[in-house]
């Protein structure tokens, strides 16, 4: 009974155990023209590289190297189109290839496409809790004139400086914050307290001065 037992998981497990062999193989030859690739990109020989990235997608469409050395060179060729292509692709088939909203954050901006820019790369520090990212979206917010979201970049930044005790990153942020507090006072909700809040507050000190 218990040798039939066994005859029969073997039996059952034996067509999973072939698939795995075909798999592992198609990935290692996928993993190699990715590095081959690598080499042409680098002698200059785009078409080439181009050729031995795709093909190596075919293998292997899970393959995160692949897909960000496709759109990186796609993105290096001008061809901004097509690498945000190949990014929302990758992001599709290996959605925590993180890098790849990266990659992609950078060419919709370069398209001109900010908010979906935007979104992709503070989804993308939100991820990575990466403060460098949280720097490159205040930075287009700045650039893009919109001081309020900077102003909110920076005080999740102050909030990450605390959490990772970085007295420099902290520093920073409280400079930043005071600078934009400034430009943004009259529609700042946080600093700039509403009409029924400021109505309340002077209440309170007409209370304290008796009138």
């Given at each position: 009974?218990a040798f ?6 073997t039996l059952l ?12 193989k198609?990935?290692t030859v996928?993993?190699?023209?990715i590095r081959?690739?690598r ?8 078409q ?19 897909y960000?050395g ?11 189109r ?14 925590a290839l ?18 979906e820019?935007?979104?992709?790369l ?7 809790n ?5 720097r490159?979206?205040?930075?287009w917010y700045g ?5 309020l979201a900077?102003?909110?970049?920076w ?11 970085d007295?420099d ?5 409280r400079?930043?914050?005071?600078a ?32």
């Amino acid at each position: 009974m218990a040798f039939a037992l066994r005859t029969l998981m073997t039996l059952l497990l034996l067509p999973a155990a072939l698939l795995v062999a075909p798999v592992a193989k198609a990935q290692t030859v996928a993993e190699e023209l990715i590095r081959e690739a690598r080499v042409h990109e680098t002698a200059g020989e785009e078409q080439t590289a181009l050729r031995l990235y795709t093909e190596a997608l075919s293998l292997d469409p899970t393959s995160g190297e692949g897909y960000l050395g496709l759109a990186s060179l796609r993105l290096r060729l001008g061809d901004l189109r097509e690498a945000e292509r190949v990014y929302s692709v990758s992001l599709e088939r290996v959605p925590a290839l993180y890098a790849a909203l990266l990659g992609r954050a950078r060419t919709r901006r370069a398209i001109g496409k900010g908010l979906e820019a935007a979104q992709d790369l503070e989804t993308y520090a939100v991820k990575e809790n990466d403060p460098r990212a949280l720097r490159e979206l205040a930075r287009w917010y700045g650039e893009d004139g919109h001081p309020l979201a900077q102003l909110g970049v920076w005080r999740r930044l102050l909030t990450l400086a605390a959490a990772r005790s970085d007295p420099d990153l902290a520093a920073e942020a409280r400079t930043m914050i005071r600078a934009l507090q400034i430009v943004v006072h009259p529609i700042d909700p946080v600093s700039a307290p509403s009409g029924r809040e400021r109505m309340r507050t002077t209440i309170a000190r007409i209370a304290q001065r008796g009138g």
